[in-house]
T-cell receptor, first 116, second 116 residues
């Protein structure tokens, strides 16, 4: 079965640089979520999109922005990178208006970002 | 207050034995979903099992079962016949509200080590 695809898998950036993370959801999934997981931490919700509109917003810094495109893929843009942005960034997708088992969020493999 | 509490930072279990990972949750919303995810050392977040707040029966998925005690607000994961490959971090997560596409809130996780 098709899974969530994230690219790149690994990324090394310098402080104050920018980064763009991409996410391709499972086919037919209309909702995309972004989570950040720092070392030894639990995942923290950043932002989500349903049908190309922002759905919920979590602890996403103002330096970050995201969008969902017409083909449902999503991009997380990160500017003025700081050392503290080093983390594993997950994208997850789900069927937005489903309830019950069908609402399950499936996670991509993550992008490991290291800021030097 | 923590929405999801996992009180066991680490657990050890002998191969082929059963193990229970604890999870308690805090919500005043009558509608919610509870999830367990497995995160091996490679980093991916693997969905294991789902329990809806209105489900009458405990969820089961192969060797995984969820001991759902609604009045106690607990959703413990039971892994039967542990295998070496079960060694990983396990996260309990919750989605609140009627909408199926609200973000997940995670617990701090339990690191399970299976001993041969």
């Amino acid at each position: 079965a098709a899974g969530v695809i994230q690219s790149p898998r690994h990324l090394i950036k310098e402080k104050r640089e920018t980064a763009t993370l991409k996410c391709y959801p499972i086919p037919r999934h209309d909702t995309v979520y972004w989570y950040q997981q720092g070392p030894g931490q639990d995942p923290q919700f950043l932002i989500s999109f349903y049908e190309k509109m922002q759905s919920d917003k979590g602890s996403i810094p103002d330096r970050f922005s995201a969008q969902q495109f017409s083909d449902y893929h999503s991009e997380l843009n990160m500017s003025s990178l700081e050392l503290g942005d080093s983390a594993l960034y997950f994208c997850a997708s789900s069927l937005g208006l489903s309830w019950g088992y069908q609402e399950t969020q499936y996670f991509g493999p993550g992008t490991r970002l290291l800021v030097l | 207050a923590q929405k999801i509490t996992q009180t066991q930072p680490g657990m050890f279990v002998q191969e082929k034995e059963a193990v229970t990972l604890d999870c308690t949750y805090d919500t005043s919303d009558p509608s919610y979903g509870l999830f367990w995810y497995k995160q091996p050392s490679s980093g991916e977040m693997i969905f294991l099992i789902y329990q809806g707040s209105y489900d009458q029966q405990n969820a089961t998925e192969g060797r995984y079962s969820l001991n759902f005690q609604k009045a106690r607000k607990s959703a413990n994961l039971v892994i039967s016949a542990s295998q070496l490959g079960d060694s990983a971090m396990y996260f309990c997560a919750m989605r609140e509200g009627d909408s199926g596409n609200t973000p997940l809130v995670f617990g701090k996780g339990t690191r399970l080590s299976v001993i041969a």
